[in-house]
């Protein structure tokens, strides 16, 4: 049981540069989230989705494209890398129920722009 | 828009003391509550959850949290620490604004046990 990860692990790329981070998940989840965590700010979130072709922004958007062609696939794309988004990302996924929405973590991206 | 505050960034505790980290939100309907915990270089994991019942939640590895609505509280306890619960924890809160979809995050607690 894969349960969710994450690709690649760590990356470094350049500014300007278009880079892609991959999220999978095993559980069939509605829900998939990108976070991304920077010393001082904790994990802010980036974009959500609550089902396939549903895409949603969150706090920090800006920069960011996403797309979710299939359930269990969230792919977070930085059109144009800049300095400012060397973070770790994070990916998280929920089932869809009533009630409390406890979220599931991939194992992170560290992600450097030079 | 929920907000999520851990007073300390940076919490210090000898081997076997009694551990209490802090967690207040902003939101005056009472959200669903979290503590995750972060070890070096690994993703988040759940420690407990309070949604609905009895306030004083229970957890893995002996931790345990008291949802107090009238504090606006969700403070983090382990009776006596130990030096594999070095580690970076997150308080976090659903958003009853946006139908509970959404969790916000504190800065996180970074916990150092002394020998």
């Known amino acids: 049981d894969a349960g969710i990860t994450q690709s690649p692990r760590y990356k470094i790329t350049e500014t300007g540069r278009q880079v892609t981070l991959m999220c999978h998940q095993t559980?069939?989840?509605?829900?998939m989230f990108w976070y991304r965590q920077d010393l001082g700010h904790g994990l802010r979130l980036i974009y959500y989705?609550?089902?396939?072709?549903?895409?949603d922004k969150g706090e920090v958007p800006d920069g960011y494209v996403v797309s979710r062609s299939k359930t269990e696939n969230f792919p977070l794309t930085l059109e144009s890398a800049t300095r400012s988004q060397t973070s770790v990302y994070f990916c998280?996924?929920?089932?869809?129920?009533?009630?409390?929405?406890?979220?599931?973590f991939g194992p992170g991206t560290r992600l450097t722009v030079l | 828009a929920q907000s999520v505050t851990q007073l300390g960034s940076h919490v210090s505790v000898s081997e076997g003391a009694l551990v209490l980290l802090r967690c207040n939100y902003s939101?005056?309907?009472?959200?669903?509550l979290f503590w995750y915990v972060q070890y070096p270089n690994q993703g988040l994991q759940l420690l407990l959850k309070y949604t609905t019942g009895a306030t004083l939640v229970k957890g893995i590895n002996g931790f345990e949290a008291e949802f107090k609505k009238s504090e606006t509280s969700f403070h983090l306890t382990k009776p006596s620490a130990h030096m594999s619960d070095a580690a970076e924890y997150f308080c976090a809160v659903s958003d009853p604004d946006f139908g509970n979809e959404k969790l916000t995050f504190g800065t996180g607690t970074r916990l150092t046990i002394i020998p």
């Open positions: 989705s609550a089902a396939a072709d549903i895409t």
């Open positions: 559980w069939s989840h509605s829900y």
């Open positions: 939101s005056s309907v009472p959200p669903y």
């Open positions: 998280a996924s929920r089932l869809r129920t009533t009630g409390y929405n406890e979220q599931f």
